[in-house]
């Protein structure tokens, strides 16, 4: 019988990575009070990373669509591939913040899923730069959504991280609100260039983007 | 006589493979009407535009780079967490993610700068069609050897689309595409291997010496050297 068990056992500790293997070390257990933030509020804060994503890749569209020698505005690329990497820093903190916060210990693997971009062509910069602005304008609401969830859990007591929407109300809202405002301006001063003047207006507008004076 | 004939032919037949944008341009402009067609007046040249093509590669390979980018930024993330806890390995997948990430800009304008369109459902025939569902969540010997595999791919996956654009004669042939991965990832390739080849041996010697008593310090140890190297 003790045999038995010992080949249960050692199949169980081959099988299983929670147990030591002879290549690593045996997981440890330390206290977990510490890590308090809610199941509901951790589940918004995932979803955003992966919102925060597929915003980058839409830009990387966008970018490439600009890029083509038919199309030829190399400041429209240069402007939604920096857009896409800005993205991804977005990302990049909220990953930062759940690591800060004692999460992503597990369910690593499935907190970013890589999909294709829903939209490939635009008629124009000013189209680009108007969908830019919805883009943003929804990721900005998504972000409230996350603070609203976190500011007052309704399934855990109705739980208060103050700290998280403090972070996304002073950092992200920030942000959101001020890249929504350059965009909006960069769409304003287009759409009076383009008024008469289509296909000078956005090149101009273009060499412009890129920094340089024509 | 002959040749000559032959000669001028050739010489005729050459320059209207050249001219077709500046032919474009002659019947368009003469017409009467406000619009301009001009299919020929392109970036693509060579065998860029073909089918069974290199340019279809080049598209998949920066999706490829796009998606393995983000594998990377999750391993980083899992290396971090408080109970790994192994800032060192998070670094070096950090690094691994963002080389990724500048290689897939790298290539959508490469793609563009040769007449291509992006398309980002792109996949090569190289690949296999369902990828296994990979966890990231592995431990540090483990994520060393999918590491060293997954850049094994990149690396063979350039040589491939390389070996297409060189094949003389033959319908890819395309000399200014294997010049760019030769410089732009070839070199990189070789030496991002061999140090994940090298931190595997020095974890393999780590692990079976002095009876397996010296791992857990050792990892702690190699993490701290993989923080000042990486």
Redesign the interface.
């Known amino acids: 019988m003790k045999t038995f068990l010992l080949i249960v056992a050692t199949v169980l500790a081959v099988c299983s990575?929670a147990f030591a293997?002879?290549?690593?070390?045996n997981?440890?257990t330390i206290p977990k009070q510490w890590i308090t933030m809610s199941q509901g509020c951790r589940g918004a804060v995932r979803k955003q990373v992966q919102m925060e994503?597929a915003a980058s890749?839409q830009y990387?569209?966008m970018?490439?669509h600009f890029?083509?020698?038919?199309v030829n505005r190399p400041g429209f690329a240069k402007l939604f591939?920096e857009a896409?990497?800005e993205e991804?820093e977005h990302a990049?903190k909220l990953?930062?913040y759940l690591?800060m916060r004692?999460?992503?210990?597990?369910n690593?693997?499935s907190?970013?899923t890589?999909r294709?971009?829903e939209h490939?062509y635009w008629s124009s910069g000013q189209a680009a730069l108007e969908e830019a602005l919805k883009m943003e304008t929804e990721v900005t609401k998504a972000i409230r959504n996350v603070i609203v969830k976190c500011e007052q859990d309704r399934e855990d007591n109705d739980n208060n991280d103050y700290h998280l929407v403090d972070y996304l109300t002073g950092e992200f809202l920030e942000e959101q609100y001020k890249g929504q405002r350059d965009i909006a301006g960069k769409a304003s001063t287009l759409k009076k260039m383009m008024d008469r003047h289509s296909a000078l207006g956005e090149f101009i507008f273009d060499k412009k983007l890129l920094g340089m004076d024509i | 006589m002959m040749k000559t004939v032959f000669a001028l032919a050739c010489l005729l037949a050459a320059s209207a493979a050249a001219d077709v944008c500046f032919n474009d341009v002659s019947n368009e402009c003469g017409r009467n009407t406000n619009s301009l067609a001009l299919p020929s007046c392109n970036a693509v040249y060579g065998n860029f535009g073909r089918q069974g093509n290199v340019a279809n590669e080049l598209q998949a390979y920066a999706n490829l780079h796009l998606r393995r980018s983000y594998e990377f930024l999750l391993s980083s993330a899992y290396y971090h967490n408080y109970q790994v806890n192994r800032p060192g390995f998070s670094k070096l997948f950090r690094k691994l993610a963002d080389d990724s990430w500048a290689k897939t800009i790298e290539l959508i304008k490469h793609v563009t700068k040769r007449g291509g369109t992006m398309d980002f459902h792109s996949r090569s025939p190289q690949e296999a069609t369902e990828e296994k569902n990979n966890t990231i969540e592995l431990q540090e010997l483990e994520s060393l050897a999918r590491s060293l595999d997954i850049q094994k791919e990149l690396a063979e996956r350039a040589f491939f689309i390389h070996q297409e654009a060189t094949r003389n004669n033959h319908k890819t042939h395309d000399p200014e595409i294997a010049q760019y991965l030769e410089e732009e990832f070839i070199e990189d390739h070789a030496k991002t291997i061999r140090d994940l080849a090298g931190h595997t041996s020095d974890l393999k010697q780590f692990i079976t010496s002095n009876g397996g008593n010296d791992l857990s310090v050792s990892l702690f140890l190699f993490d701290e050297y993989l923080q000042k190297i990486a």
């Open positions: 990575s293997t002879q290549c690593n070390v997981p440890v994503v890749v990387l569209a970018a490439a890029s083509k020698d038919s591939f896409s990497s991804r990049l990953i930062e690591l004692g999460e992503l210990t597990t690593v693997t907190l970013i890589i294709a971009p490939k």
